[in-house]
């Protein structure tokens, strides 16, 4: 990644130059930072429509659905450090299973959900059984907590990619999917496939969260996706601001987790260090929600 490269050594530049702190003349503390600048706002865009359909739970489903794709990508031979087709399909697979029985069941999706999440878990423990003897299964805690630390050009380039594929279909239907999850009936009068939609956003979850989980890891996306999104509507009335402020607190946090345990030398991991610092932001619009009125009416 040529690109990359470049703006590797102009950060590093600019660093000897004195324009910018010692701790980024590293290069994993570029990358980690540009995919802090990636996550932050497709999470945070991404999480405003999250917790608009309720769905928080299935991006939770689906990140630990993803440890059973690793072991079934190392039993296969991909390699255990990106395991990305073997990730990818399973969850797509997964993801698709669980919106399609949803669909046609009358069971609750929090029920519907946590049956799936149960079998995923339960399908990953025992292929790590298998696996032991390939790999060591320490390695695969990266893949629950996340190492933004340790990324490398694969793992931004498939970010990026991922990226752009989600925020251009995201911007393209928007409206459609908006107007599907707050009124279905109404949506369906003028035109728009609910249904279609409602998979096409199950599919982008999806995509999203994989991509996510060796930084951020599959116990944590799902917080990422939340708790900013959470945090803004304590805060606004209007759709704009309740996106705005999703992805200022989602990049804030993502930069204030990548930054601080760095900066004072705290022990933590950068994946929990993000959603601590996400939790601080809701602490803080709650407290003002509470206490302050011009809050107090705040709802989407």
């Known amino acids: 990644m040529f690109g990359l490269e470049f703006l590797q050594q102009e950060v590093q530049a600019m660093v000897s130059a004195g324009k910018l702190p010692f701790a980024l003349y590293y290069e994993f503390v570029i990358n980690a930072i540009l995919c802090a600048l990636i996550i932050g706002p497709v999470l945070g865009a991404l999480g405003t429509m999250v917790v608009a359909k309720r769905m928080a739970f299935f991006s939770q489903a689906v990140g630990n659905a993803a440890l059973t794709g690793v072991a079934i990508g190392v039993l296969i031979g991909e390699s255990y450090t990106s395991p990305y087709v073997s990730m990818f399909s399973f969850c797509i697979l997964f993801a698709l299973l669980l919106n399609f029985t949803r669909n046609h069941t009358k069971m609750s999706s929090d029920t519907l959900i946590g049956v799936f999440l149960s079998i995923s878990l339960a399908m990953g423990a025992s292929l790590l059984l298998f ?5 060591n ?6 893949i629950l907590f996340g190492s933004i630390l340790t990324v490398n050009q694969t793992d931004i380039a498939v970010l990026f990619v991922v990226s752009v594929l989600v925020v251009g279909t ?5 409206n459609r999917m908006l107007l599907s999850s707050l009124n279905p009936a109404l949506a369906h ?24 989980v060796k930084i951020i890891g599959a116990v944590l996306v799902e917080a990422l996706l939340l ?11 209007s759709l704009g601001g309740f996106m705005l402020w999703s992805v200022i607190f989602s990049v804030s946090s993502c930069l204030m987790g990548i930054i601080i345990p ?3 030398d705290i022990p933590i991991p950068s994946g929990g260090a993000i959603i601590l610092s996400a939790a601080c932001f809701f602490l803080i ?14 709802r989407i």
């Open 227 to 237: 708790i900013p999104a959470a945090a803004a509507r304590n805060l606004n009335r």
């Open 170 to 174: 995201g911007y393209w239907l928007f």
């Open 189 to 212: 009068v003028r035109g728009v496939r609910v249904q279609l939609m409602e998979y096409i956003f199950v599919l982008m979850i999806t995509l999203v969260t994989v991509a996510c």
């Open 131 to 135: 696996i032991s003897a390939r790999v």
């Open 262 to 264: 760095m900066q004072f």
């Open 137 to 142: 299964t320490h390695i695969l805690e990266s």
């Open 285 to 298: 619009t709650s407290l003002m929600r509470g206490f302050m009125p011009q809050f107090k009416e705040a």
